[in-house]
Structure formats: C-alpha cells, structure tokens
C-alpha cells in the first residue's frame, strides 16, 4: 500500500517558521517529482513547490518564493518543505504529492497524495 505521511504543521506566529516533513512508504519515488500543495479555507488548491527526481530543478510559486524551501532524499525516501517568515496568509493544509512523471508542476500529473496537515500561522 503506498502512503504519503506529513508532518511538522502546527500554530507559529507570523515572522516564524516551520518544516513539514513527507515520508513515503510502499513503493520509492526516487524517479518521480514530488510537491508540496496548500489549499486554504474557501480556496483551490495550490502548489507551493515542486522538485525534480534528482533534485537539480525545483520550483517555487511566486507567493513562496524566497521564504520556502523544498528538497529530498532519495535513499530515505522522504521530501520536506522548509519555511521561513511565515506570513498569515500562508494558513491552509500542506499535501506532500509524487507525480507520475520525473519533472512537473502540472498538478494533473500528482497521482499520489498525503492526507495533509493543517499549517496555521497568528498574526
């Protein structure tokens, strides 16, 4: 059974940080893009960042850009999502996705999903 598991949201004051962490399990993803998607409250859902399979491409939305971090390790399996001054706006549920193929940011192409964890940042 292939599962995505987040962790790492919480309650941060603006200004502050927080890393999510994704762990897959079933089956690798060393070849396949993973990202980070956010949806807010009465929102779509969004992709905040994606990296390539071998990490040499990475991609940020212009909303993150400069405060966010993604990277991976292949051999553990595992993506995160680094994120610094924390603004309210970036309040949502953080999903760690892999995609089909090596690189994307089409969002039609991220086949599996985490159940998401909740990212709340205080004015």
């Known amino acids: 059974q292939v599962q995505l598991v987040e962790s790492g949201g919480g309650l941060v004051q603006a200004g502050g940080s927080l890393r999510l962490s994704c762990a897959a399990s079933?089956?690798?993803?060393?070849?396949?893009?993973m990202a980070w998607f956010r949806q807010a409250p009465g929102k779509e859902r969004e992709i905040v960042a994606a990296?390539?399979?071998?990490?040499?491409?990475?991609y940020y939305s212009d909303s993150v850009k400069g405060r966010f971090t993604i990277s991976r390790d292949n051999a553990k399996n595992t993506v995160l999502l680094q994120m610094n001054s924390l603004k309210p706006e970036d309040t949502a549920v953080y999903y760690c996705?892999?995609?089909?193929?090596?690189?994307?940011?089409?969002?039609?192409?991220?086949?599996?999903w985490g159940q998401g964890t909740q990212v709340t940042v205080s004015s």
């Open positions: 996705a892999a995609s089909v193929a090596p690189v994307s940011v089409d969002g039609d192409s991220y086949k599996y």
């Open positions: 079933g089956r690798t993803f060393s070849r396949n893009a």
């Open positions: 990296i390539s399979w071998n990490s040499a491409s990475t």
